[in-house]
């Protein structure tokens, strides 16, 4: 049976981020993730995942600069330095926060940048990245965005962060498979989750093509989650869709899998 993380960053908005643990336990959810934690101080995440029963099972490293464009740092060449601090940072939230993985974001690709350059500097810092954690036993994530959502991002297509991690060829590391952006780009959602087994370890779900809860649009979400279930899955699924409106009226597709508190 699948298990499902509510997605503190995108759903829930309705209250302010620090509220959001609350209302997430509240609505069944077992688990969270979210983008960034760094505004806040790791004791003060602890304590809200703590008081509310929550286990942390995602983040990001840092993004750099959004304003400017930026979309992660860590395959941007010539900000080694400033890349490696975020994958220090991240692990010692990670540490804190007892969150079993972490997705290191890649960066967007400039018009007319060489984009190799890009990949050896990310293959690089994911190097570095992999020595820092495995040590903990912590994974680490790359994820593909599609090109309408994230433009110029390092990688669009499932099959390039599959590559990716052969490359960076260090133990591990493993696609972030959203099937979302997969289903953008890629389509054909049931070979990626049959074929590619154990070479992806979390799972996030939105509607296609709006982004919204996952009973809507085109992809047949239930298939999907008994195919994860038939091929042995157990990571965690998360719901980093925008709710159509308030995100309690549109949890009636969770209504299943909640628990009961």
């Known amino acids: 049976m699948p298990k499902f993380a509510a997605n503190l960053s995108t759903q829930f908005n309705e209250v302010p981020f620090t509220e959001r643990f ?64 975020d994958i220090d940072r991240a692990l010692d939230y990670a540490l804190a926060l007892n969150c079993p993985q972490v997705h290191i974001m890649a960066a967007t690709v400039p018009p007319g940048a060489d984009r190799e350059a890009y990949c050896a500097t990310f293959i690089s810092n ?30 669009a297509s499932q099959y390039q962060t599959l590559e990716m991690v ?17 289903q953008l780009v890629d389509g054909n959602l049931s070979r990626l989750i049959r074929d590619y087994a154990g070479r992806y370890r979390h799972i996030q779900i939105a509607s296609a093509p709006e982004r919204h809860e996952p009973d809507e649009g085109e992809i047949n979400y239930p298939w999907l989650f008994r195919l994860l279930d038939e091929v042995g899955y157990d990571g965690w699924i998360g719901c980093e ?20 508190r």
């Open 22 to 85: 609350a209302a997430a336990a509240q609505a069944g959810f077992r688990a969270v993730e979210f983008l960034f934690p760094y505004d806040y101080p790791t004791e003060q995440l602890k304590q809200l995942l703590e008081e509310n029963q929550l286990q942390l099972v995602l983040f990001n490293t840092a993004p750099g600069n959004v304003a400017a464009g930026e979309w992660g740092v860590s395959a941007i060449p010539g900000r080694e330095a400033e890349a490696r601090a």
């Open 126 to 155: 994911m190097r570095y990245a992999a020595e820092r954690f495995a040590p903990h036993g912590i994974n680490l994530l790359i994820e593909a965005l599609n090109p309408a959502t994230k433009p110029n991002y390092l990688y």
């Open 166 to 182: 052969e490359r960076i060829d260090r133990p591990g590391i493993f696609t972030q498979l959203d099937l979302f952006h997969a």
């Open 241 to 260: 869709y925008i709710p159509r409106g308030n995100t309690q009226d549109g949890l009636g597709w969770f209504t299943p899998y909640a628990v009961q």
